[in-house]
């Protein structure tokens, strides 16, 4: 990486606007700024960027444990009554022989929630030690999980779905449990921790061992 | 809080760097095609020559297959002389018929609403753009547009319908409704705009219509 030759925004006194992506001059005065293009608060890094992060991660993961093990559907049939966690749901799926289609949904209900758990960990502690290693890497997987977090919502939408279909009285019947309630609140606040994290926060880390450097052979 | 002068340098085409790494790079002057960052490689921009008119077109196509989407039912059921129909928005009424307010008001909102405002806003800015005029509150739109993108879910709505239709094929007869092949067509015009499609493409349409005047 040729970062000796190279400078970021802030530190020619350059901030991006967060509402409209717009390079702006910072004066030398001290105080708060507006953007000249569209009056969005000015701030160096997305404010209080790890703070929010934290705190929408550690409520995802409280609500995860609501959302796996609570039911999300119950299917009142002539045959019986039958609750389905999000994980029965798969494997009831696998075991009817639908299997591209289980593995469609424990892909976006099962392992990307908890991928995207453990990623948001794994960046908010490497940027609290400010961590060196791999940012290109880190850099992309937190554009990947961007990308992949509206895809958990594939279950809501399916129990949604069967829920306003079967209403077949006596026949068959499907109603929302209140799993279905904790794993969109999981949804909901992974992508706001990930929204909230500020992934400039990775390579500001390398650009404070650059300034070190360069005072000590000074 | 006061908002900063316009400084001309704001504008300089090469000052542009990205929201993922805050390295400061020089825009190249012809900028016909990708331009990616050379430290975090994230794409700088992407655009075509008559853009403005192309996402134009897109979003009153996307607009009026919305409307279809939205009126007409995505799923169709048929068990023991029983027919049963919904809509997304009927999806959201029905669950929150039952208590699960939460989970309704998600649906509505990801899958209907936010998307529909965020199509209606684009129009309230291009339209007036590609005549050559701002419309006003311009700046906040663009603002609310940013806001409102990462919570369109429209993509995921479908693929939840084609499991669903998997999911009731052994229960009952199922057929997919007029809904379902709208929002199909919605995801291809939608991914057709965003190939293209900057933001930073109807600021600078916004600031040549203003010096014009």
């Not at chain 2, 094929?169 to 092949?181: K, N, Q, R």
Request: net charge positive; with cysteine; hydrophobic share 50%.
């Amino acid at each position: 990486m040729p970062n000796g030759l190279l400078s970021t925004a802030a530190r020619q006194g350059l901030w991006l606007c967060h509402g409209c992506s717009l390079l702006c001059r910072l004066p030398q005065a001290e105080g708060q700024w507006r953007c000249p293009r569209c009056g969005a608060p000015l701030h160096r890094r997305k404010p209080h960027s790890l703070q929010f992060s934290w705190a929408f991660l550690l409520a995802a993961i409280i609500s995860y444990i609501p959302a796996n093990l609570l039911p999300i559907m119950r299917t009142e049939m002539l045959s019986g009554t039958q609750q389905d966690t999000i994980l029965s749901g798969v494997v009831y799926l696998w075991k009817s022989g639908s299997w591209p289609l289980a593995l469609v949904v424990f892909i976006a209900s099962v392992l990307v929630p908890l991928l995207k758990i453990l990623s948001m960990l794994f960046l908010l502690l490497t940027v609290h030690l400010r961590s060196r290693w791999a940012p290109w890497q880190r850099t992309r997987l937190y554009r990947v999980l961007e990308v992949v977090g509206p895809w958990s919502m594939l279950d809501i939408y399916v129990v949604g779905l069967l829920v306003a279909l079967v209403r077949l009285q006596s026949l068959a019947n499907i109603k929302a449990g209140p799993g279905a309630i904790a794993f969109g609140a999981v949804v909901v606040l992974t992508m706001l921790s990930a929204m909230k994290f500020d992934p400039r926060l990775i390579w500001d880390a390398l650009e404070d061992d650059n300034e070190y450097k360069t005072h000590a052979t000074k | 809080m006061s908002t900063l002068p316009a400084l001309p340098d704001s504008h300089l085409p090469w000052a542009s760097h990205m929201q993922e790494c805050d390295l400061l790079q020089a825009m190249p002057e012809q900028h016909a095609t990708h331009v990616f960052c050379c430290r975090c490689r994230s794409r700088l921009r992407h655009r075509r020559p008559d853009q403005l008119h192309r996402s134009l077109a897109l979003q009153v196509a996307s607009l009026l297959v919305f409307v279809l989407a939205n009126v007409f039912p995505v799923v169709q059921l048929q068990a023991g002389g029983v027919y049963l129909a919904t809509t997304l928005l009927g999806t959201a009424w029905q669950l929150s018929q039952e208590g699960m307010a939460p989970i309704a008001l998600l649906i509505a909102l990801t899958g209907g609403l936010l998307p529909g405002v965020e199509l209606l806003s684009m129009l309230y800015l291009l339209l007036p753009l590609s005549l050559g005029w701002v419309p006003p509150g311009f700046p906040r739109v663009m603002r609310l547009l940013r806001a409102l993108h990462p919570w369109g879910m429209i993509e995921v709505f479908l693929l939840g319908v084609l499991v669903s239709l998997v999911k009731l094929a052994h229960l009952a007869e199922v057929h997919a409704g007029i809904g379902l092949w709208s929002f199909f067509a919605l995801i291809l015009l939608l991914a057709g705009n965003a190939y293209c499609f900057d933001t930073d493409l109807l600021w600078e349409h916004q600031q040549t219509c203003q010096t014009a005047y």
